[in-house]
């Protein structure tokens, strides 16, 4: 299931990416290309200027958040290890206009996604 979800978040147009630690912080945008080979999930292309490498293996849980900030709801699908660490986080960017309206295209495929996957998911 967890290749399935990254599948389907990978081929959204304008999804962001993002493995961050204390000393640095990567983003990839979607689209992207995915595949696995053992253990190893690549997305993107491995001959290409940016691409991840997910161990499949220590990700238990992902989990799709709203975040309410003072303008705006920010929407993502964020992958944790056992011990409920942040391994990967996939936000959902352009979803407001200039006016700052939800696009309800945007929307969708989010509410989409996790009506197809439920809320929180254990792998």
Known sequence: MLLELLSDLVKIDDAL???KNSGAVSEVRSPLSIRQKEKWITIGDN???AHLHVNSELI???EFVEEEKP???SFSVR???ENN???IAVFFTKMY???KQIIPERKKIYDHL???FSFKIQF
């Open 17 to 19: 990416l993002i493995v």
């Open 47 to 49: 001959d290409g200027p």
């Open 60 to 62: 238990k849980s992902a």
């Open 71 to 73: 303008e705006r709801t």
């Open 79 to 81: 992958f944790f290890d």
């Open 85 to 87: 660490d942040r391994i």
């Open 97 to 99: 206009d200039d006016s």
């Open 114 to 116: 996790k009506q197809k």
